[in-house]
């Protein structure tokens, strides 16, 4: 290895563009699919030919002409739904993954830090909350308080948190035992500078890989749950009620309803694509042949 | 070559030894899964003192007279304490007595047992089916794969595997749902339409072999067991393709560990057959972790049922809980809730006693 006196740091784009030359195939195909939905999701509004909780025309039109899509069950617009939809349900998905992470990284970290009944407390905690499926405690609590934006966003992220909490902790405690954090301890430093400056650093990989996996989850069940009727709310649009309330169209043969589920499964799949490219990266990791 | 026990030192006394602290590490953990349980059960039952406190008022309406809300809240216990209310509820539990719907009416109680009772039995039968389908065809196909690793049908398998994890349930069932409609009409449909028509008739005639399996599997009491098995055929296969991804992708992994080993190296120099070294030789002693994984997915079961229920109209425990999420009747949700996460946790607690049982490292103290 070159010394370091000599090594220039690259930007952080620079390095990016150039990881980005060596890329597979699928991890290209995976952000293309990203930025698409990221764009689509950020303009909506200026994209979409409707709104959408406008009736714009007759229920159940077919695909062509004004309605590029056709219609739904009201006479929306089917293609205004779709991109509404990216802005909505991928929108509430990051805002939970961002919230269980700031929730469950945080408590997860700090635990591994100081250990003590802090430590037994949340572990506990969050062993009950793991040891059954997620989406039946959320179905429990959004019965329990009703089922709107804000209870779901809540609700998923608390959930999710316990599932971050254990991995963060984790990661953690194999880092705090190390002989540059008792130096740093003993230094005098404050547990916000060893977290952001000695922790973090060094638990950045599985936390971003565990972030991507942890998006696709919250965002499966998101969309479960509105297809369940019991998550987001008409007239907002969503993927997940969009499939359930146009469902009666497949008995006709029409595809229709098969879109916002297809638009679905196109995000998952092109963020796992993303997340392996990445893990193969960082740890060298190959398949198993 | 295969009885490992033979080896000196590991006979006889060592193994009679070996049953206590095995006996004792199964006990510990059946032990923490009740605290579980029991935890889990607390959550479960304090959701309902989340609701508004004018609950009985506003579902018995503003005209109702104060006698008629009081009596309403006594019948549904309101009226004693959380801790008193907690233990009566978990004891009636334990008999399979969940309290009352809320849905029930002073001088019409409706039982939340008796609203389940049936349900139950539908998930069960739906899930168990699964199973028989899913679980030996999982193995079956990790095994080919281990076997042919790197052909063309090894990546094909593991690929679209790889999607049906990745893609809501919803999206398969329908999927399923749509082959089998437009199966004799697929060049009349909108798909068929937009593509060449060279093929979509060639689709369509594909399509058209397959058999007309029911998009609704609608029962009740009348049905006939081979009726109600057919109509539960696409429902099942959904949940098949659900969760044979991780079983088939952990035995191949398993398997090819396996198949590393010196003794099938023996093996393939004796001029066995591949097909024969791999079920007779390498499986037997891949069991342990493809029982855990089996375990785990039959867990994960329990939660797939509840989507492929609602898309099918199946009159099953997960559509109970749904509707009952959705008009709010707590103690159906409680007892729904309580009854997935018992599932689960016991599913769960089997994977690891199996896990712990034939790790032959265990059986023997340190």
Redesign the interface.
């Known amino acids: 290895m070159t010394p370091a006196v000599t090594r220039r740091r690259r930007s952080w784009f620079s390095r990016l563009l150039k990881e980005m030359r060596h890329a597979r195939f699928t991890a290209w195909f995976g952000v293309l699919v990203i930025l698409a939905y990221a764009i689509l999701a950020l303009f909506a509004p200026q994209i979409a030919p409707y709104n959408e909780a406008t009736v714009a025309g007759q229920p159940y039109m077919?695909?062509g002409g004004h309605f590029l899509l056709g219609t739904d069950q009201l006479g929306r617009d089917v293609l205004s739904r779709l991109i509404y939809g990216a802005r909505n349900t991928v929108g509430i998905a990051v805002i939970t993954t961002c919230l269980a992470f700031l929730l469950g990284g945080t408590l997860g970290i700090v635990a591994a830090l100081y250990g003590g009944w802090l430590d037994q407390l949340c572990s506990r905690i969050v062993?009950?909350?793991m040891?059954?499926?997620s989406?039946?405690?959320a179905?429990?609590?959004?019965?329990?308080?009703?089922?709107s934006i804000p209870n779901l966003i809540v609700t998923l992220a608390a959930l999710d948190a316990t599932r971050v909490f254990r991995l963060a902790r984790a990661a953690a405690g194999n880092v705090v035992v190390m002989d540059f954090i008792q130096i740093a301890r003993v230094r005098g430093e404050s547990a916000v500078w060893l977290i952001r400056r000695e922790i973090l650093p060094n638990i950045m990989a599985p936390l971003i890989v565990e972030f991507g996996l942890r998006f696709?989850f919250v965002f499966?069940s998101i969309?479960?749950l509105s297809?369940?009727?019991?998550g987001i709310q008409p007239p907002t649009a969503d993927w997940?009620s969009m499939?359930?309330e146009n469902?009666a169209l497949?008995?006709?043969?029409?595809?229709t309803?098969?879109l916002p589920?297809?638009a679905?499964?196109l995000l998952?799949?092109a963020i796992?694509f993303v997340i392996d490219w990445y893990l193969y990266r960082t740890s060298g990791l190959r398949d198993?042949? | 070559m295969t009885d490992v026990a033979e080896v000196p030192g590991r006979t006889g006394p060592g193994r009679q030894r070996a049953i206590v602290p095995l006996l004792g590490t199964v006990l510990q953990r059946l032990g923490l899964g009740l605290v579980?349980l029991f935890?889990?059960s607390i959550?479960?039952y304090l959701?309902?003192e989340?609701?508004p406190g004018d609950f009985a008022q506003s579902i018995l309406g503003r005209s109702a007279s104060p006698e008629t809300v009081e009596a309403y809240r006594q019948m549904l216990g309101f009226d004693r304490p959380p801790i008193e209310r907690y233990l009566s509820w978990m004891a009636g539990a334990v008999h399979g007595d969940f309290g009352s719907s809320l849905t029930s009416r002073p001088g019409a109680v409706r039982a939340v047992s008796a609203i389940i009772g049936p349900r139950l039995y539908n998930t069960f039968f739906l899930a168990a089916m699964t199973a028989i389908i899913a679980v030996p065809l999982a193995i079956l196909l990790g095994a080919l794969t281990a076997l042919y690793?790197?052909s063309f049908f090894d990546r094909a398998v593991n690929g679209l595997t790889?999607?049906t994890i990745?893609?809501?349930?919803?999206?398969i069932a329908?999927?399923l749902?749509?082959l089998v409609?437009?199966k004799d009409?697929?060049a009349?449909?909108?798909?068929?339409q937009l593509l060449p028509s060279w093929l979509s008739s060639g689709i369509g005639s594909v399509l058209s072999l397959m058999p007309k399996l029911p998009?609704l599997a609608a029962i009740n009491e009348s049905t006939t067991i081979g009726e109600r098995i057919w109509k539960l055929l696409l429902p099942s296969l959904t949940l098949t393709l659900v969760i044979i991804a991780h079983m088939m992708r952990m035995t191949r992994?398993v398997l090819?560990n396996v198949l590393a080993s010196p003794y099938i190296e023996m093996g393939r120099l004796k001029g066995l057959s591949s097909a024969w070294i791999v079920f007779k030789h390498a499986l037997p002693n891949a069991w342990a972790p493809i029982a855990t994984v089996v375990a785990f997915n039959l867990a994960?079961l329990?939660?797939g049922v509840?989507?492929v229920e609602?898309?099918f109209v199946y009159p099953g425990i997960g559509q109970l809980?749904?509707d009952?999420?959705?008009s709010?009747?707590?103690p159906v949700?409680?007892a729904c809730?309580l009854i997935?996460?018992a599932t689960?946790?016991v599913l769960?607690l089997v994977a690891d006693v199996i896990a712990i049982v034939t790790n032959p490292r265990l059986m023997y103290s340190r």
């Open positions: 077919a695909w062993d009950v909350f040891s059954i499926p989406v039946i405690f179905l429990l609590f959004l019965s329990a308080f009703g089922s696709c499966l969309a479960a297809f369940l009727g019991v997940g499939v359930r469902a497949i008995s006709y043969g029409n595809i309803p098969l589920a297809a679905i499964a998952t799949i796992n198993e042949r | 579980t935890m889990v959550v479960i959701s309902i989340a609701l690793r790197g790889l999607m990745s893609v809501p349930e919803f999206f329908y999927i749902c749509y409609i437009s009409m697929f009349m449909t909108q798909l068929g998009t992994a090819i994960y329990i939660v509840v989507v609602v898309v809980m749904v009952a999420v959705r709010r009747d707590m949700v409680q809730a997935f996460a689960y946790i769960n």
